[in-house]
T-cell receptor
C-alpha cells in the first residue's frame, strides 16, 4: 500500500463549480501536510499547508482529519486557471530527518 | 534569489553513458532531495541529504549516486544509464523540519 494515496481523476468540472479532493495517508506519526499544485511540464509549487484546525486561502480550503488519516482540498468557484494536478504531500520523521512523501496527484480540468 | 536551479534542463543519453545532474540552491537550506517523476507514478524519492557531507537513500535509489560536498549543491549521478531511467528529475530543498520544499524546474532525461 502506498503511503499517500489520491484519486488520480481526472475531475472534469465547469467553471464556477465546487470540487473536492481527498488524500489518505498510512503513517499515523506523520507530522505535516501540504497541498502542492503542478502545472503541465512544470515543477510542483506549494498551494497551501494543512492544519488540524483547517485553513482557508481565498477559494481554497484545506482540512486535516488525523483520526481518519486523510486530508482534503476544497476549491470553490473554479476558474479555468485552476486546471492542474494537485499533489498531496505528507512529511514524516525518519531517523530524525523529515521526508516529504508525495501522492500521485489528482488531475483537475476546468472547462468553460 | 534564484531559488533552486537545475542543470541541464534537457538531455538525451545513450544506454551505458554516464552523466551528472546538478542542483544548486541559494536559500541556505539544510535539506536537499532528488525525485523522479514518471507518468502515473507521481514523485518518487531517489536520494536525499540532510546536510553537507551526508546523503541517504530514498524509495528508488538503484542506479543512482549522489554527493553533497557543499551545502548549496546536490549532485545526482547516473553511472551507466538505462532506458528505465528515462524520466523527469526534480531537485528540491527545504529548511530543517517538516516544512515546505522548494523545487527546481526539472531535468527531462531520455535514455535511448
Amino acid at each position: 500500500r502506498k503511503e499517500v494515496e489520491q484519486d488520480p481523476g481526472p475531475f472534469n468540472v465547469p467553471e464556477g463549480a465546487t470540487v473536492a479532493f481527498n488524500c489518505t495517508y498510512s503513517n499515523s506519526a506523520s507530522q505535516s501536510f501540504f497541498w502542492y499544485r503542478q502545472d503541465c511540464r512544470k515543477e510542483p509549487k506549494l498551494l497551501m499547508s494543512v492544519y488540524s484546525s483547517g485553513n482557508e486561502d481565498g477559494r481554497f480550503t484545506a482540512q486535516l482529519n488525523r483520526a481518519s488519516q486523510y486530508i482534503s482540498l476544497l476549491i470553490r468557484d473554479s476558474k479555468l486557471s485552476d486546471s492542474a494536478t494537485y499533489l498531496c504531500v505528507v512529511t514524516t520523521s525518519s531517523g530524525g530527518s523529515y521526508i516529504p512523501t508525495f501522492g500521485r496527484g489528482t488531475s483537475l480540468i476546468v472547462h468553460p | 534569489n534564484a531559488g533552486v536551479t537545475q542543470t541541464p534542463k534537457f538531455r538525451v543519453l545513450k544506454t551505458g553513458q554516464s552523466m551528472t545532474l546538478l542542483c544548486a540552491q541559494d536559500m541556505n537550506h539544510e535539506y536537499m532531495y532528488w525525485y523522479r517523476q514518471d507518468p502515473g507514478m507521481g514523485l518518487r524519492l531517489i536520494h536525499y541529504s540532510v546536510g553537507e557531507g551526508t546523503t541517504a537513500k530514498g524509495e528508488v535509489p538503484d542506479g543512482y549516486n549522489v554527493s553533497r560536498l557543499k551545502k548549496q549543491n546536490f549532485l545526482l549521478g547516473l553511472e551507466s544509464a538505462a532506458p528505465s531511467q528515462t524520466s523527469v528529475y526534480f531537485c528540491a530543498s527545504s529548511y530543517f523540519g517538516p516544512v515546505e520544499a522548494f523545487f527546481g524546474q526539472g531535468t527531462r532525461l531520455t535514455v535511448v
